[in-house]
């Protein structure tokens, strides 16, 4: 069995500071992420303070797919770069699609954000 599926004890702590590290790092070092939270919060916050938690619910899975959409992608670029470097058809390629992914999730987010906001406006 290998060494990694042979560590004692589950240790939830530990990997919640891995998910904090990397979202950390995500934020600080990748705009697209950063700006997705700095707009998110406040529709977020305006639809918790007014408890719509219905609102409240679809605003954080929409936060939630970009963040996980963006995070994919970012992954994936460094990893294609760190494998090849050079410029590459198939690895151009893998990037457009992961871009794509977060496109669609971008729509998504977006149209969301919109009319929660106009929903909380109008109360």
């Known amino acids: 069995m290998p060494h990694q599926f042979r560590t004692?004890?589950?240790?939830p702590l530990r990997?919640?500071?891995v998910v904090l590290s990397g979202l950390h790092v995500a934020v600080v070092t990748d705009f697209s992420v950063a700006y997705k939270v700095v707009l998110s919060a406040p529709v977020l916050g305006g639809a918790f303070l007014l408890r719509r938690w219905i609102d409240v619910s679809i605003i954080l899975l929409a936060m939630g797919l970009v963040l996980i959409a963006e995070?994919?992608?970012?992954?994936?670029?460094?990893?294609?770069d760190l494998v090849e470097p050079q410029k590459n058809e198939r690895i151009r390629i893998t990037k457009d699609i992961a871009a794509a992914a977060v496109g669609i999730s971008i729509v998504v987010w977006a149209a969301i954000s919109i009319i929660e906001t106009i929903r909380l406006l109008n109360l």
């Open 8 to 11: 004692p004890g589950y240790r």
């Open 15 to 17: 990997k919640l500071s």
């Open 71 to 80: 995070l994919f992608n970012s992954a994936i670029e460094v990893l294609c």
